[in-house]
């Protein structure tokens, strides 16, 4: 059996997953990386995307997150997400309508439209969706 770690994930309302797990796959500011038992110690920033659970018994989660750090010490791996969603909850309906908005206020470009929102607005959407899709396909 591979080796295993804790994982702890929070949002700051609440704490979203606490369990071992096998891997992740972690959506950085500079791009995906992944995180293996034993890895050296570090602190990375959170992008906005899709955080892939691999739990120790082999079930995968999905968790769509934007922004936070992630922290790996010896004993585990905890991650402070400033939005998180687990995949199981996230209202689908609800994440198109968001993206078609922010969309719509990207291509009408108003002098008014603060851009920089609109369009992480538009990514955590996608990734909301993203994490939805994946879900999806892995039951």
Not at 104 to 128: G, N, P, Q, V, W
Request: glycine fraction near 6%.
């Amino acid at each position: 059996m591979p080796p295993v770690y804790d994982l702890k994930i929070m949002a700051p309302d609440h704490a979203l997953f606490e369990g071992r797990v096998r891997s992740l796959m972690v959506p950085g500011v500079d791009g995906y990386f992944g995180i293996l038992a034993r890895h050296a110690p570090m602190v990375a920033q959170l992008g906005t995307g899709v955080l892939t659970v691999n739990e120790a018994e082999g079930q995968q989660q999905f968790f769509a997150v934007s922004s936070g750090f992630l922290e790996v010490t010896p004993d585990g791996v905890a991650i402070l997400a400033d939005t998180a969603e687990a995949a199981a909850e996230i209202d689908v309906e609800r994440a198109r309508a968001a993206e078609k908005r922010a969309r719509e206020r990207l291509r009408l470009h108003e002098t008014d439209t603060d851009l920089s929102r609109a369009e992480a607005a538009l990514m955590r959407a996608i990734a909301r969706l993203s994490a939805a899709e994946k879900r999806r396909f892995v039951r």
